[in-house]
């Protein structure tokens, strides 16, 4: 028998043959030789950006006249439209609200975990994006239980439906008192309403339990993505639901390609016609903001439309923009989508998904995320939702056909601004078309003035802490607000995952080394306005806030965590902020050293990995597990 080209970790493909399927695994290898686009995409990611950093470059259009790599389509065609796109198939066609989470949790049986797919699905929200990347914690098989808790649920095999039928209970009761009435009807009839959507991990990283047979680490695009389609697939079209998936992360449009090869790959193994797979794309990559319509044309019939979102966008600004002293963030609470580069970031997605392909097929635009969670005091709760049905108006004027939320919660509470406007899309909305200035590409990294304070950076610090501590107990989703509102009710807790770490580690990384000023005083601490942050005000920002979460209860900071992941944590954002050089992912740091709760080894996989990505760009992203 020929050797596979890949190999799964220990008793993994017994322990989890139904996701492991015969089917499956022929997939994974077919699949495998597509590994090479992957890293080849990835190599020249890390070189754009070292390059970048050497020259002082600013990110810029692609010159209209050259053919978007991995394509046969031009820049110039791909602008204006000359390209066949995809039909909206038609339980896409309305998605006023997503909502968007892992179908399972750290450390729990099925019974229990497979709660998070009953929520999903009788939310009432009209897609549900079941997360294998930002919001899925990564210890232990997390990845491989996300995939047979859908598997399950999809197949309404009896463990789910007990789950759903004790959900529907719960989530009425609570609606009962919230709203003064039910949510739910018939249970049974609702767990259909929901269109399944899926989100693999993006092209930047490494499966946990699959690498290739001379031990290089294996795609987890290729791996969520094949176990996600072939596990589902014949019911998701039996139930007569779309095949569809989010792409998080893309950078450019030849990344687009790649991802294009991948599904059209999987497509033909599968028998199925092409342009089967459905994708939206999330922006979250200030490169993409300069070609939209190039990545648009490079999934072409794939392509259903994009995802504005916030933290992980802002991230990828400050990164871009690392080599450049005078671009420095303020505080990030100031950044929304109304300021500056993310207002001109938003403005481009609403005028790429409103220019026609060649078919005059229009795409959607599902607005960014509400974090908000309606548990809080009185005061607190009417405020918080009084700012989440504020944003929602807010995109729906400005041409969204949805948005999306963090908690199933706060489906009712949004939804009812699209229900009001009655239109199950803004497909062709008129905006003016996209054009590819000077003038664009400056918007795109537009600083407006704002507070830089003290108090921001003790915030940024602490949420980015209790992150770290959160990811390595397996909770890559979680509720997170900055310590010193613990205990205040009339502050609510925001729903959170990975991009809430990047970023605020990102903007700590520029205040200090571009000696940002500070626009107040802070008696707190002695900095007066226009003082910096110093390396020596961090180190004591950082114990503060660090302690802080030491004294917190278990609550707000499991007990367990202090002496474990909680300090590793700690290692980690202070190695990310006081580096000389930025490194481009808070997730590599935490990955390699998730199931270790040891300082002294979590400090050497962090030094090893630093020294690699230092000496030439490489990033030690292989299994940790294999």
Do not use: C
Not at 196 to 201: M, Q
Not at 534 to 546: G, I, M, P, V
């Amino acid at each position: 028998m020929t050797a596979r080209a890949f190999e799964v970790h220990g008793k993994l493909e017994a322990e989890y043959a139904d996701v492991y399927t015969p089917a499956a695994l022929a997939a994974l290898e077919a699949l495998a030789p597509l590994d090479a686009d992957r890293e080849a995409v990835m190599r020249a990611r890390i070189e754009r950006r070292a390059q970048r950093a050497r020259d002082g470059q600013r990110i810029a259009f692609l010159d209209a006249d050259t053919t978007i790599p991995r394509t046969s389509v031009t820049v110039r065609d791909a602008r204006a439209g000359r390209f066949e796109g995809s039909e909206l198939p038609e339980d896409l066609r309305r998605q006023w609200v997503q909502g968007t989470g892992p179908a399972t949790r750290p450390d729990a049986p099925i019974e229990r975990s497979i709660r998070n797919v009953a929520y999903a699905l009788l939310s009432g929200a009209d897609g549900w994006m079941f997360d294998g990347e930002d919001a899925l914690g990564q210890i232990g098989t997390m990845s491989l239980d996300n995939q047979r808790n859908l598997k399950l649920a999809f197949d309404r095999a009896p463990v789910f439906m007990q789950a759903a039928e004790q959900v529907a209970r719960e989530m009425n009761q609570w609606a009962e008192g919230f709203f003064g009435r039910p949510v739910i009807e018939d249970w049974q009839q609702q767990l259909g309403f929901t269109t399944r959507i899926f989100r693999p991990r993006g092209l930047h990283l490494a499966d946990r339990h699959v690498r290739h047979a001379d031990g290089r680490p294996f795609s987890a695009s290729i791996v969520d993505t094949t176990l996600y389609i072939v596990g589902n697939y014949e019911r998701l079209r039996a139930d007569g639901s779309s095949l569809v998936l989010y792409l998080p992360k893309i950078q450019t449009a030849e990344e687009a390609a790649v991802w294009d090869g991948i599904l059209s790959a999987l497509e033909a193994h599968l028998g199925l016609e092409a342009g089967s797979i459905k994708a939206y794309v999330l922006v979250e990559q200030l490169e993409a903001a300069f070609q939209l319509m190039e990545i648009r044309a490079a999934l072409g019939r794939h392509f259903v439309g994009y995802n504005t979102g916030r933290w992980d966008y802002i991230n990828s600004v400050a990164d871009a923009m690392a080599w450049d002293a005078d671009f420095v963030n303020p505080n990030i609470d100031v950044i929304t989508m109304t300021y500056g580069y993310m207002r001109a970031y938003e403005d481009r997605v609403r005028r790429a998904v409103n220019t026609p392909d060649a078919l005059g097929q229009y795409a959607l635009w599902q607005g960014g995320m509400e974090p908000n969670i309606p548990v809080g005091s009185e005061s607190g709760v009417e405020a918080g939702m009084a700012r989440a049905v504020a944003g929602a108006e807010r995109e729906q004027r400005e041409g969204a056909s949805g948005k999306w939320v963090a908690h199933w919660k706060m489906v009712h509470i949004v939804r009812p601004v699209w229900e009001r406007a009655g239109e199950d899309n803004q497909l062709g909305r008129e905006f003016p078309a996209l054009t590819y200035t000077d003038d664009d590409a400056g918007a795109l990294i537009a600083l407006e003035d704002a507070p830089r304070t003290v108090r921001g950076a003790r915030d940024l610090l602490s949420v980015a802490l209790q992150y770290g501590n959160a990811f390595g107990q397996g909770l890559q989703a979680a509720a997170l607000k900055p310590a010193d509102f613990f205990g205040d009710d009339d502050v609510l807790y925001l729903m959170e995952d990975m991009a809430t770490g990047e970023i605020r580690a990102s903007i700590l990384w520029e205040w200090l080394h571009k000696r940002a000023p500070f626009t107040a005083d802070d008696p707190a601490t002695g900095t007066g306005a226009g003082d910096p942050l110093t390396e020596a005000l961090f180190e004591r920002l950082l114990d503060e806030e660090y302690e802080k979460l030491l004294g917190a209860d278990d609550r707000d900071v499991f007990d367990s965590s202090k002496a474990t992941t909680l300090p590793i944590a700690r290692e980690i954002v202070r190695t990310l902020v006081l580096g000389d050089r930025k490194l481009p992912w808070y997730i590599d740091l935490l990955n390699i050293n998730l199931g270790t709760h040891d300082l002294a080894e979590a400090r050497r996989r962090i030094r090893r990995f630093v020294e690699a990505f230092e000496a030439d760009g490489t990033r030690l992203i292989g299994s940790v597990d294999a």
